[in-house]
């Protein structure tokens, strides 16, 4: 029998979880940007924020042109998940959603 000892890094980030208004099904989900302090993707969340307003037949709240421009706001406590989550990752697995464009916010 073999054996090894392997280490492992997982790092803690913070996912903005939100829905895509454009999805049929609100539980649809997506991580739409992550960042390593909590404060800089509320800091983010909150800049992209505006008064919500309407674009044809959509509700906006969001910035027109903004990275969340087509997504739902979230509430505290919403059954989907939506918001801001907290997970340890494996190095390896941010750099996967680097290349899947998602933003890093730092």
Same mark, same amino acid.
Request: with cysteine.
């Given at each position: 029998?073999?054996?090894?000892?392997?280490?492992?890094?997982?790092?803690?980030?913070?996912? @903005?979880?939100?829905?895509?208004?454009? /999805?049929?099904?609100?539980?649809?989900?997506?991580?739409?940007?992550? $960042?390593?302090? %909590? &404060?800089?993707?509320?800091?983010?969340?909150?800049?992209?924020?505006?008064?919500?307003?309407?674009?044809?037949?959509?509700?906006?709240?969001?910035?027109?042109?903004?990275? @969340?421009?087509?997504?739902?706001?979230? /509430?505290?406590?919403?059954?989907?998940?939506?918001?801001?989550?907290? $997970?340890?990752? %494996? &190095?390896?697995?941010?750099?996967?959603?680097?290349?899947?464009?998602?933003?890093?916010?730092?």
């Amino acid at each position: 029998m073999n054996k090894r000892i392997v280490v492992v890094t997982e790092i803690e980030v913070f996912a @903005l979880v939100l829905n895509d208004m454009r /999805s049929a099904k609100i539980e649809h989900s997506q991580v739409v940007a992550i $960042a390593y302090e %909590k &404060e800089k993707l509320i800091d983010f969340y909150n800049s992209n924020k505006v008064e919500t307003y309407r674009d044809g037949q959509w509700a906006k709240s969001f910035a027109k042109g903004s990275p @969340l421009e087509w997504y739902n706001t979230y /509430s505290e406590g919403n059954s989907c998940r939506h918001g801001i989550n907290s $997970a340890w990752l %494996k &190095e390896d697995s941010i750099s996967r959603h680097i290349q899947n464009g998602i933003p890093i916010i730092q």
